[in-house]
């Protein structure tokens, strides 16, 4: 109850700061992931929490899940095949890069094998769509950036998500079920696919039909039946989540426009909760048993390892500087991460204490940077487009 009261007294704060934040850079994430820090042990010491704590995983799986159903209603298969070579790029170059990035600063600079190195590195080569909603939710960004950025976003946790299980194996020396995997995979896009094109359908039959105040709701027992076989059939949630959200899209896209409003305050309000618990998890006793080094190699991490893969992935695109700017620099740490950070962790990986702790705080410094910084890129090309129009 008292981790209740905590949460329902930061909500409310965050609330009459909303207006605030949207001009300036104060944070809502930031907000409630320093209500958690101070909250947590060694600090008020009003929540106690483990990272191994079936509680902590399963509440970032709902919030990451719910976010990704919400952020794929606003695609759709023509949106994607029409408009893919930006996001490609950012996907099929840039999530390597970083990855490969990311292992050698954490082989060099944190002292990892390199397998585990690898393993820190594909866990934290997926950006997260809530912190990228941040720049893509501002009209004053370019849509062709907003559709890279958000793409780039919603799919990379699902492309990563094998890469970090088959290195778990490899550095566990267990066998890797390759065709197992590959399974939970297509299965996860499977149920997403199929589950609400089969709904949108039946409630298109003659004998039902939906009453307009129920329409959000519609879309909700979609999602929610999605995640339920999922987890029932050990399918992977994030595509599933992610296929789901996109067929909803697709077949009915007035739907998503009803679902929007509805579906965003869900998608907010978990989003803060697992916030708040991962503020409770970065205690001062779990930061101080970083050692400098661990430190450095986020701040490399954060600094220079996004923006140059996506500089190499953007080589004669159409962007401009601007643009290349804002797309390396967004490139947001957050739920994926965080969640397979605590995949490892409760597979008693070896070496996995120390993987999360590195993980961890490149995470938590990642949120404060990016959920911090998107008014000022909105400014910063609201000047510029201001500028042009003076000198026309």
């Known amino acids: 109850m008292t981790a209740l009261l905590i949460f329902a007294i930061a909500l409310l704060v965050a609330v009459l700061l909303s207006k605030l934040a949207d001009r300036s850079v104060l944070s809502m994430a930031v907000l409630f992931l320093a209500a958690g820090f101070l909250c947590g042990p060694g600090m008020l010491e009003f929540i106690a929490l483990q990272p191994q704590d079936p509680v902590v995983q399963r509440l970032a799986e709902l919030a990451l899940f719910s976010i990704l159903f919400t952020d794929g209603m606003r695609l759709n298969l023509r949106e994607l095949t029409s408009n893919w070579r930006l996001p490609g790029r950012a996907l099929l170059v840039g999530l390597p890069l970083t990855l490969l990035g990311t292992a050698v600063l954490a082989h060099y600079v944190a002292g990892l094998s390199w397998l585990e190195a690898l393993l820190v590195g594909a866990i934290l080569s997926p950006t997260d769509p809530v912190f990228a909603a941040a720049i893509i939710g501002r009209s004053d960004i370019p849509p062709r950036l907003r559709h890279l950025l958000h793409v780039e976003s919603g799919l990379n946790d699902g492309l990563a998500l094998p890469i970090v299980l088959a290195l778990m194996a490899f550095v566990s020396h267990a066998a890797l079920h390759a065709a197992e995997l590959a399974g939970e995979l297509a299965l996860g896009i499977a149920l997403g696919a199929a589950v609400p094109w089969a709904g949108c359908r039946l409630e298109q039959s003659r004998f039902f039909a939906v009453g307009k105040r129920y329409e959000p709701l519609f879309a909700f027992s979609l999602g929610l039946l999605v995640l339920a076989l999922a987890l029932l059939t050990h399918a992977t949630l994030y595509l599933a989540a992610f296929a789901a959200g996109i067929t909803v899209a697709t077949v009915r896209s007035d739907l998503r426009d009803e679902f929007h409003q509805f579906g965003e305050i869900v998608a907010e309000l978990l989003k803060l909760a697992a916030l708040l618990v991962f503020g409770v998890l970065m205690s001062p006793n779990f930061l101080a048993e970083v050692p400098l080094s661990g430190y450095l190699f986020a701040a490399l991490a954060l600094l220079v390892v996004r923006p140059i893969a996506i500089a190499l992935s953007l080589v004669r695109s159409?962007?401009?500087?601007?643009?290349?700017?804002?797309?390396?620099?967004?490139?947001?740490?957050?739920?994926?991460?965080?969640?397979?950070?605590?995949?490892?962790?409760?597979?008693?990986?070896?070496?996995?204490?120390?993987?999360?702790?590195?993980?961890?705080?490149?995470?938590?410094?990642s949120m404060v940077a990016h959920s911090s910084t998107d008014v000022l890129f909105a400014r910063w090309f609201r000047r510029t487009e201001g500028d042009l129009k003076l000198q026309q």
């Open 318 to 365: 159409r962007l401009g500087w601007r643009e290349r700017i804002t797309a390396g620099w967004f490139g947001p740490k957050g739920f994926a991460s965080v969640i397979y950070g605590l995949l490892i962790v409760q597979a008693a990986v070896p070496g996995a204490d120390r993987m999360f702790h590195l993980v961890g705080v490149v995470v938590a410094g």
